[in-house]
């Protein structure tokens, strides 16, 4: 991809490449501009293009109770719609829940989707219900069984509008219900694909209409960016609820722990501090504790990156210096890092357990294996370096209030969050860091790159000197900016794959500029500038592959993070302000590209108001004055007031040239489906690939063109593949397949140590099951014999029926101790709507146990509260011991 950051540009460009350009009073895409009529107009006449050349075929699947259950991956239904002859609209024939129908007509050239297609889907669910009747429950395709009692609703899903793959959401889309209104078994749906008021647009024209006068006012001789900045101040202060908290977004009501956290840092604690103040508050519990957003298999500890709001709580204190701030919240980060380092700190590694920050969509950035419990296990770079932050800020604050115990601790806790990020998620021949460390009894590395959290790690420090330079550098960008991950993951929709998102371009443009890599952060500006300018607003997101968007699953005007990542530019890259517990550092950094004189009126610091200019370009300061007298280290102390004017002039001269990874918007190989067979491992041919990776227990053990390999089974074993393509880039890994693992098991069912619940759930094995709840069996004693002494892993067969897989907080989770010993948290994610008799595994425990008796128990503690804080339940079929060496 070519591109321009000179300004002497023949074309007249700020900045150019294939895809686009900026230029000082417009963005040019190819058909598509958006011009500047004054500071406070900008016009574009963008039009999506989704709608236009919709291919008419059809691929979906149907589903049960909202899970990928009818057919194995890559099997879907396949319908060509368009009308055949004799009929006046595409028809589908009956289907069979779990027998693949492939359309035999091909899709005829230059013919696409035409508006309004009505697509009538009836499915035949007599199979299912007959094996209900006959035997209490329908075994899928992976031969789990589906009981009669768990049995609620049958959706579609699939590829086109308004069909979707997210499965975990299908319940929230009552469109895709399948019904039997007349009770033979039939169940039926009509669908309108491709309605043109699915059709997205955006305003042709923005003018200025509500009063942003009290904010900062920023001219310079670039209009585009003038006018983007006013656009996003009227946005900040639309951002804001009658109730003076922020609103997430257009489309996103209410206030999120981890947006408001992450907006808060970049620009509305600068911007809006007491607005920020209140909404950090509405995200803390009844009991001191912040509050982790609903998700992932019912929240915490599922999903661990609420500790971001220690960051943010620390950015208000050092814009406003407000001690009592700081005294309210440090109790608060206090506890809830307390409650962390037993449910979710990971000793052997050093690092930190849960769900990548703000990635909370499961099959968008993880494997379609991993369970909610599986990425509990995980260990994600951006959600390790929010918590090596939160434990810098939590000292940072524990020194200022006299409190140097805690300080020392918490200073230790963030170097061996650091250390055990840099020695198990740094990737020395990629130059950046690993996305996260997977799988079950034994982890791997995921390879792929994880925007935030690579920008993340350098900004607070995880990535020192040359390798912080180095991650900016080597970390691969696209064509319309940095990616979530990359490589993408095949077969998953845009949203967090596939997707660009301008806050974590905001903050990759702060990395960029913290490391001096001027064509970095000219290229993240653009990248900024170009989706405001065109939309005109500031999107959530937009699709990796085209820049458009429109084409990603959910989108939001207005979003929070967006627009503060845009005032960011302003206030934290080009004018550099570096907020300090006691002072307020000038850190300037303006790209040769935007070069020129620009001026921040009305900037309040604390107890002073400042009026800013400054001139050239570069990263170095060749003077700094205040009210004309020379300004020592660029530093205004905290302890200023009255209005004041800062001039800055900058060196003129651009840092050392450094490089950016500019590549194609590639796709991954899918993860293999291996099976085990006749003593060896087996998995499907996939199209493209160059060979396959086998692990055994985490280890690369072959590398073979086959789809077969011959499995070891006389030790405990866990196989996995690896698809790796033509340009060497990697599949996810196989769900772990245990060979054998019977042999090394052994099973003590719970009834025996407590009365078996009087409940009518299925599925259990033994006598029966037990119930657990904050007042049922609120601690088991469960008497084990150890065969030989050894490394064991420990888990729990259970079934947590509360809630759906992917939203609500009523995760259960205990302790599990050997005497006092605490050997870790076993975590019971929900599993379905008032699915009960749908069991699974916890997260499993490694310890080194002697032979012999020993008496574990599971025990609800004080840590071990969930964020629902009522219901903590889940219902135990047996404990499971087994000798992993």
């Known amino acids: 991809m070519q591109q321009s950051t ?72 396949r319908f060509v719609a368009v009308p055949r002859a004799g009929a006046n609209a595409p028809e589908l024939p009956v289907l069979v829940f779990g027998q693949r129908y492939v359309d035999p007509g091909p899709v005829p050239a230059d013919t696409y989707l035409p508006p309004n297609t009505p697509m009538k889907i009836r499915l ?18 992976k031969g789990e069984k589906i009981y009669k009692e768990d049995f609620k609703k049958v959706f579609v899903a699939g590829n086109t509008a308004p069909l979707s793959w997210d499965f975990d959401n299908l319940i929230n889309k009552p469109e895709l219900e399948l019904k039997d209104p007349d009770g033979n078994g039939i169940y039926e749906a009509t669908l309108t694909l491709n309605a043109p008021q699915a059709a997205k647009t955006t305003a042709g024209k923005w003018e200025k209409s509500i009063k942003t006068d009290d904010f900062p006012q920023y001219t310079s001789q670039y209009p585009i960016a003038d006018a983007l900045y006013n656009l996003t101040l009227e946005e900040a202060r639309r951002a ?92 608060i980060i206090k506890k809830s890092i307390e409650d962390d380092v037993q449910n979710a700190y990971n000793a052997r590694t050093g690092m930190v357990r849960g769900e990548s920050s703000f990635l909370d969509w499961r099959e968008q950035t993880y494997p379609k294996w991993m369970q909610p419990v599986d990425i509990y296990e995980s260990e994600t770079l951006g959600t390790n370096a929010v918590h090596y932050q939160g434990n810098v800020v939590l000292s940072q604050m524990a020194r200022i209030l006299g409190e140097p115990a805690v300080a020392s601790k918490h200073q230790q806790l963030a170097e061996q969050i650091k250390q055990g990020m840099n020695k198990h998620l740094w990737m020395a021949e990629k130059g950046y860091y690993g996305q996260f460390l997977y799988g079950r009894t034994y982890k791997i590395l995921s390879p ?8 993340l790690s350098v900004l607070f420090g995880v990535a020192d000197g040359d390798r912080a330079e180095r991650v900016v550098q080597k970390t691969p960008t696209t064509a319309y900016g940095i990616s979530c991950i990359y490589p993408q993951i095949p077969g998953i929709p845009p949203y967090h794959n596939n997707g660009v998102w ?23 500006m653009a990248a900024i500038y170009r989706p405001a300018a065109l939309f005109l607003t500031n999107k959530e997101n937009f699709v990796a592959e085209n820049g458009d968007f429109a084409g990603t699953q959910i989108n939001s005007s207005n979003m929070l993070w ?129 060979s396959y990776r086998i692990l055994r227990n985490g280890q690369t053990i072959a590398t073979t063109t086959a789809q077969e390999t011959p499995a070891d089974a006389t030790g405990y074993a866990e196989y996995q593949v690896v698809a790796v393509d033509a340009a060497g880039l990697e599949s996810f890994a196989s769900e772990p397949l245990v060979v054998n693992g019977e042999k090394f098991s052994q099973l003590y069912q719970l009834e ?91 997260n499993s425990v490694q310890v080194q146990l002697e032979k012999g008796p020993q008496t574990l128990t599971l025990a609800f503690e004080p840590a071990n509260e969930n964020m629902n804080g009522e219901v903590n339940q889940a219902m135990l079929d047996y404990l499971r011991l087994t000798r992993i060496q």
């Open 6 to 77: 000179e300004t002497g540009d023949n074309s007249g460009a700020i900045w150019k490449s294939e895809a686009y350009a900026v230029y000082r009073d417009s963005v040019v895409q190819g058909k598509h501009v958006a011009r500047v009529l004054s500071p406070t107009s900008l016009t574009s006449n963008y039009q999506s293009p989704a709608n236009a050349f919709q291919s008419p075929e059809i691929n979906f699947k149907f589903s049960i109770n909202g899970k990928d259950n009818e057919l194995a991956p890559g099997q879907d239904h």
């Open 562 to 690: 967006s627009l503060s990542g845009n005032l960011s530019l302003v206030y934290k890259v080009l004018f550099g302000m570096d907020f300090q517990a006691d002072k307020l550092v000038f850190r300037p950094f303006v790209p040769k590209a935007f070069a020129g004189p620009r001026k921040l009126a009305g900037f309040k610091y604390r107890g002073a108001v400042l009026d800013m200019e400054m001139e050239g370009y570069g990263n170095e300061i060749t003077t700094i004055t205040l009210d004309d007298k020379p300004l020592a280290n660029a530093t205004i102390p905290a302890t200023l007031t009255g209005r004041h004017k800062v001039r800055i002039l900058l060196v003129g001269k651009a840092p050392q040239t450094a490089s950016v990874n500019q590549v194609a918007n590639r796709f991954s190989p899918a993860a293999p489906e291996v099976a085990f067979a006749n003593n060896r491992i087996n998995w499907n041919k996939q199209e493209g690939v160059r």
């Open 752 to 842: 025996s140590v407590t009365p078996k619940a009087a409940l009518p759930y299925k599925g259990f094995t033994g006598q029966g099951f037990v119930e657990i709840s904050k007042t049922k069996n609120k601690a088991l004693s469960i008497p084990v014999t150890v065969p030989e002494t050894g490394l064991y892993a420990i888990d729990f067969r259970y079934s947590n029926g509360n809630g759906p897989i992917n939203t609500e907080n009523k995760c259960a989770l205990r302790t599990l101790r050997n005497g006092q010993q605490q050997l870790g948290t076993m975590v019971m994610p929900q599993r379905g709507v008032a699915e009960w008799s749908n069991w699974g595994f916890t």
């Open 240 to 331: 804001v609820e009658p109730d003076s908290t922020f609103r997430t977004g257009k489309e996103w009501a209410g206030v999120w722990t981890r947006d408001i956290s992450y907006s808060i840092i970049l620009a509305m604690g600068i911007l809006q501090p007491e607005v920020a103040m209140k909404s950090l508050m509405r995200k803390v519990s009844g009991d001191g504790r912040i509050i982790q957003d609903t998700g992932t298999g019912g929240a915490y500890p599922c999903s661990t990156d609420r500790m971001i709001w220690a960051t943010a709580a620390w950015e208000i204190y050092k814009v406003t210096g407000d001690e009592q701030w700081l005294r309210t919240v440090y109790p």
């Open 502 to 524: 301008p806050f974590v371009q905001s903050y990759w443009a702060l990395a960029a500029a913290k490391v001096g890599n001027e064509a970095s952060l000219t290229e993240s």
């Open 124 to 141: 035949d669910m007599r199979p299912v219900l007959e094996a209900f009747k006959k035997q209490g429950y329908y075994t899928t395709f």
């Open 448 to 455: 792929r790159a994880e925007a935030l959290g690579e920008a």
